[in-house]
C-alpha cells in the first residue's frame, strides 16, 4: 500500500520559537494532504487540508497565521507551527487519500509527529 | 449537534473470544463509514470500509456492520489474539469522499 513519512517523528522546542514538521508521499503523488492533531484520549481532530499549488482550507477555530501550511509539491506537505506555546503540544497527524486500485478511498496516515513546547 | 460516539471504556477479552465494538452518530449523513487502528505514539491505519448501502463486510478475522436507520457500525474481531490489542478508532467520510471526523476510539485489550 501507499507509504506516508513524517520527519521528525518528534521534537522538543523552547516557548516562542517555530517548528517545521514534514509530511511526505514515499510512492504516490498526493494532490490534497490532511493535517490533524491529536491530544491524549482525545480524537484526531481535523486541523486543516492541503491543496498543492493553493492555499490550505482551515477547519473553524484552527489560527491559520499559527499553523502555517505549504503544500509545495505533489509529495510533500509541511505544517509550520509558528511561536509555539506549552499548549501546542501534541500528537501531530498527516495524511493522503490513496491515488487508486486497491488503494481508493483509503487514507494512508503518517506515523505522527510528537511535538513538546518548554 | 454531531457526535460520533465510541465506547471510550477499555474493552478487556479473553483470547479466542470475538470482540465487539460499537460506533454511534447523530446528525450526519455518511457516504462512508471506516474503521482505523492505533497503536500508542502511531499514526491510525486502515482496516475497513463500509458504504452506506451496504451492511456487512468482512476481511480476514474482521466483520463489520453498517445501519444507517440507528446510526450504528459494529466492529467485530472474531478469534481474538493478544496483538489485536490496540485502540480502534471509528470514522465517517463525508463531504465529497474526502472529510473524515474521527471517534475517539476504544482500547482493546486481549488477555492471553
Known amino acids: 500500500g501507499a507509504v506516508v513519512s513524517q520527519h521528525p517523528s518528534w521534537v522538543i522546542c523552547k516557548s516562542g520559537t517555530s517548528v517545521k514538521i514534514e509530511c511526505r508521499s514515499l510512492d504516490f503523488q498526493a494532490t490534497t494532504m490532511f493535517w490533524y492533531r491529536q491530544f491524549p484520549k482525545q480524537s484526531l481532530m481535523l486541523m486543516a487540508t492541503?491543496?498543492?499549488?493553493?492555499?490550505?482550507?482551515?477547519e473553524q477555530g484552527v489560527e491559520k497565521d499559527k499553523f502555517l501550511i505549504n503544500h509545495a509539491s505533489l509529495t510533500l506537505s509541511t505544517l509550520t507551527v509558528t511561536s509555539a506555546h506549552p499548549e501546542d503540544s501534541s500528537f501531530y497527524i498527516c495524511?493522503?487519500?490513496?491515488?487508486?486500485?486497491?488503494?481508493?478511498?483509503?487514507?494512508?496516515f503518517g506515523p505522527g509527529t510528537r511535538l513538546t513546547v518548554l | 449537534s454531531q457526535k460520533i460516539e465510541q465506547n471510550s471504556e477499555a474493552l478487556n477479552i479473553q483470547e479466542g473470544k470475538t470482540a465487539t465494538l460499537t460506533c454511534n452518530y447523530t446528525n450526519y449523513s455518511p457516504a462512508y463509514l471506516q474503521w482505523y487502528r492505533q497503536d500508542p505514539g502511531r499514526g491510525p491505519v486502515f482496516l475497513l470500509l463500509?458504504?452506506?448501502?451496504?451492511k456487512e463486510k468482512r476481511k480476514e478475522r474482521l466483520k463489520v456492520t453498517f445501519d444507517t436507520t440507528l446510526k450504528q457500525s459494529l466492529f467485530h474481531i472474531t478469534a481474538s489474539q493478544p496483538a489485536d490489542s490496540a485502540t480502534y478508532l471509528c470514522a465517517l467520510v463525508t463531504g465529497g469522499y474526502q472529510k473524515v471526523t474521527f471517534g475517539i476510539g476504544t482500547k482493546l485489550q486481549v488477555i492471553p
Open positions: 492541503s491543496n498543492e499549488g493553493s492555499k490550505a482550507t482551515y
Open positions: 495524511s493522503a487519500w490513496g491515488a487508486g486500485g486497491s488503494s481508493y478511498n483509503e487514507q494512508f
Open positions: 463500509i458504504r452506506e448501502n451496504e
